[in-house]
């Protein structure tokens, strides 16, 4: 059995969002950070993932975990599992949705507010554990070539969504029975 730890992006999922929905109807799932929402300060959230994977020093766990993550939460992921050794071995996969694309030479303007580590350089080493990553074709954030370069950087296997938008409740994704599917895949596949 594996834990799963829901991983939001930069805001907080609305009631109507999968995400949410997904929390109400699972009880034993678990956000990463808790309780979700912003500001969004990567390192932060880094530590939050930690933390949740590892059971932090309180309570170890040894129970893998399968990770859900949305668009920033994606790259939470990445850059978690980039600066681990050891703890990867508690995550068994990861469902990876619609992550925002980061222009590598992005550079935050110096009148500008501080930078909340989003625009920091995403790590593009392969992930350690079995994942998907989900694809849209009509994202506003990034382009499905972005996506493509993403899956084969982070070794994710990519689910082309079709026309989904940004997988969010402005898209229609309240429901998101083929998400549901796409974890089951990942939790059975992963025991």
């Known amino acids: 059995m594996s834990r799963i730890l829901l991983v939001p992006g930069r805001g907080r999922p609305r009631p109507e969002h999968w995400l949410r929905r997904w929390a109400d109807a699972h009880p034993h799932y678990r956000w990463a950070p808790y309780p979700p929402g912003p500001p969004f300060t990567l390192a932060e959230r880094v530590a939050a993932l ?3 994977v590892t059971g932090g020093r309180e309570v170890p766990v040894t129970e893998p975990a399968v990770l859900v993550a949305h668009s920033a939460g994606c790259l939470s992921v990445a850059a978690w599992a980039a600066e681990q050794t050891g703890a990867t071995a508690l995550v068994r996969a990861a469902l990876l949705v619609t992550p925002p694309h980061v222009d590598p030479k992005w550079t935050s303007e110096p009148d ?3 930078d909340d580590g989003v625009h920091t350089p995403v790590p593009r080493t392969p992930l350690p554990f079995r994942s998907i990553l989900v694809a849209s074709r009509t994202d506003p ?5 972005q ?3 993403y899956a084969a950087d982070w070794g994710a296997e990519l689910f082309d969504a079709g026309d989904a938008g940004h997988v969010e409740t402005a898209s229609g994704y309240g429901p998101w029975p083929a998400g549901e599917r796409l974890l089951a895949s990942l939790h059975k596949g992963s025991g």
Do not use: I, L, Q
């Open 147 to 149: 996506f493509e370069r």
């Open 141 to 145: 954030y990034t382009t499905f070539a």
């Open 112 to 114: 500008g507010p501080p």
């Open 50 to 52: 930690h933390h949740a």
